[in-house]
C-alpha cells in the first residue's frame, strides 16, 4: 500500500512548470471575480450615494441611526433624527438612502386577493 502512495507522489510531482502557472492563473481569476471585483463595485456605488446627499433625504447611518438631512456639508452631514433633535455625523457613516423599515413597525397592508370563480 505504502508503494502505491510512493508511486503517485512521483507522478505528481514530475508535472509541467506551464500547468503549475496556468493553475495558479485561474486561481488569481477566481479570487478577482469573487472578492476584489464586488467589493470595488460597492464603493463605487458608495462614492455616488455620498456625492448625491441633499437635504430632505431620509438616510441611515453604519450605527443603524434612522434620520433626515438637515444640512449636507464637505465632511459632515447634520442629521434630525427626531423633532428639534439633530445630530452631527461624517458623510462617511451614511450607509443607506430612503425609507427603511423599521423593526416592530406595522408593515404595509397586504394586497388582497381577489376570488376567482
Do not use: W
Not at 472578492?35 to 455620498?50: A, G, S, T, V, Y
Amino acid at each position: 500500500m505504502a508503494d502505491s502512495f510512493l508511486i503517485l507522489a512521483q507522478a505528481g510531482a514530475g508535472g509541467s512548470p506551464l500547468g503549475t502557472f496556468g493553475f495558479l492563473a485561474v486561481l488569481v481569476a477566481i479570487m478577482y471575480f469573487v472578492m476584489i471585483r464586488p467589493q470595488q463595485k460597492q464603493l463605487k456605488e458608495h462614492r455616488n450615494l455620498l456625492a448625491g446627499l441633499k437635504k430632505g433625504d431620509d438616510v441611515v447611518t453604519s450605527g443603524g441611526i434612522l434620520g433626515r438631512i438637515h444640512q449636507v456639508d464637505d465632511s459632515t452631514v447634520t442629521l434630525e433624527i427626531a423633532s428639534g433633535v439633530r445630530v452631527r455625523v461624517l458623510k462617511t457613516a451614511v450607509s443607506a438612502k430612503g425609507t427603511v423599515p423599521v423593526a416592530g413597525a406595522p408593515a404595509a397592508a397586504p394586497a388582497e386577493k381577489k376570488e376567482e370563480k
